[in-house]
């Protein structure tokens, strides 16, 4: 009698889960590889997941089977280019990893300066010493992407690794990049926010145009252009009713760009975020989803409960909006009824932050740790607010979001009644 045909190259047989303890589970299989020998493969739940039926952990198996039998268009030796490896990197990124497309254009970015330096030198002269040597040389022209590119470099180095180019990663041993800590964004007090809702409809502070220079002049104003207040401009770019949402959702300006008329329920005051606004080459912009993205933390599909004040904008903005040619209608659409450029938007807030003297560190992105701060200073659960902002992982909400070094009443009202609980103390 016949044996069984062995899998295909590159293939894997049935996924099999075995539950380990509560809420962890290991999921495994057969998978034959491309040197033909056949292996047994598993994964067991992440860490800090709740995987109740072991979903999470086949997920994670599934993407490690796609990675491992990862075979690419062509082979990749030592004789191999790094414009070549590249190539195959950038593949490997869209077809196995799923990039989004904003990731891979920042990734072009960084690949056209390593393969302008290293383009034609093949992988087996591509020791960790000129690594070095190119990396040190593009920190001192480009200090705020030599992190990336690093990256970048790790990630082609890597799927060169899996090819057995290398035995180990040669980036792995370069210096690592040291950066000066960004100053990110601050969160938005209430006082400010609530001025600053009030000042976008009837603030009469002039609205000056941002600074433009050439060849490093900076380029008067236009002495014809008159230049309107706070609250004529903001009604002209439509900012006030954009701004009000940001101060009810939290969602990124992406996000908030993608939000359909047809998404919304207005009996509920639901509206979910599915999808986020993206400018490509070539094409302009779109409104990617959620499914087109799939394992892209910044565009994970999660519902909002709006509050009363910003459904009552909504009620009175959407009779004003008109469908796109393809039918959907975009609750902030631009000026001529299409989808609104994020960039042109930030520049428009800029603007006004300028006029009204409000610092650079607020941005769009202080309107989320806002929500944060609001949620947290509310005894809500870092999971409902994390639920709020859209973070996948609650632990990113109280690291990188939640204002920190507050004084704060609440914990001296505990500390006064743990050491005093029937009198004031002496």
Not at 45 to 53: E, L, Q, V
Not at 86 to 99: A, G, H, M, P, S
Not at 264 to 290: K, N
Not at 382 to 395: C, E, K, L, T, Y
């Amino acid at each position: 009698m016949a044996g069984r045909p062995p899998m295909p190259l590159g293939t894997w047989g049935k996924i099999t889960r075995s539950q380990l303890r509560l809420n962890h589970w290991e999921a495994k299989c057969k998978v034959r590889d491309h040197d033909g020998i056949t292996r047994k493969a598993k994964r067991a739940s992440p860490a800090g997941t709740t995987d109740r039926t072991g979903a999470a952990a086949e997920r994670r198996l599934l993407e490690h089977l796609r990675e491992r039998t990862y075979a690419g268009a062509g082979e990749i030796n030592g004789e191999t280019t790094v414009a070549q490896l590249w190539t195959e990197y950038r593949r490997y990124l869209i077809e196995v990893k799923k990039r989004a497309t904003n990731t891979i254009l920042r990734y072009d970015r960084v690949a056209a300066a390593i393969v302008k330096a290293l383009g034609s030198v093949r992988l087996r002269e591509l020791s960790t010493q000129r690594l070095e040597r190119f990396l040190q040389e593009y920190t001192k022209h480009s200090g705020a992407d030599a992190k990336g590119a690093r990256t970048v470099l790790s990630g082609m180095c890597g799927l060169g690794v899996r090819f057995d180019v290398w035995k180990h990663n040669p980036v792995r041993e370069t210096e690592p990049i040291e950066q000066k800590p960004a100053n990110g964004s601050t969160a938005l007090t209430l006082p400010e926010l609530r001025t600053l809702l009030v000042d976008l409809r009837h603030s009469d502070t002039p609205c000056l145009p941002l600074p433009v220079t050439k060849n490093g002049v900076l380029v008067p104003p236009d002495p014809k252009y008159r230049i309107p207040t706070v609250a004529q401009f903001c009604d002209r770019a439509d900012l006030a009713d954009p701004i009000t949402m940001f101060s009810a959702t939290g969602a990124r300006i992406s996000q908030l760009l993608a939000f359909l008329l047809e998404d919304y329920d207005p009996d509920t005051g639901i509206i979910p975020v599915r999808a986020h606004v993206i400018r490509v080459p070539g094409t302009g912009l779109i409104r990617q989803t959620v499914d087109e993205t799939p394992g892209n933390a910044k565009n994970r599909y999660y519902e909002i409960q709006l509050p009363e004040f910003c459904m009552v904008m909504l009620q009175r903005r959407i009779p004003t909006l008109k469908p796109m040619k393809d039918g959907t209608t975009p609750l902030f659409q631009s000026s001529t009824g299409t989808l609104r450029d994020p960039t042109n938007f930030n520049d428009q807030w800029r603007r006004v932050r300028l006029a009204l003297g409000i610092p650079d560190s607020i941005t769009a992105h202080s309107f989320r740790k806002l929500m944060v701060d609001l949620g947290l200073d509310a005894g809500l659960s870092a999971v409902m607010v994390a639920d709020q902002v859209g973070h996948a992982n609650p632990s990113e909400t109280l690291n990188t979001y939640a204002t920190r070094g507050r004084p704060s009443k609440r914990m001296a009202q505990t500390i006064q009644n743990a050491v005093f609980p029937d009198n004031r103390g002496e």
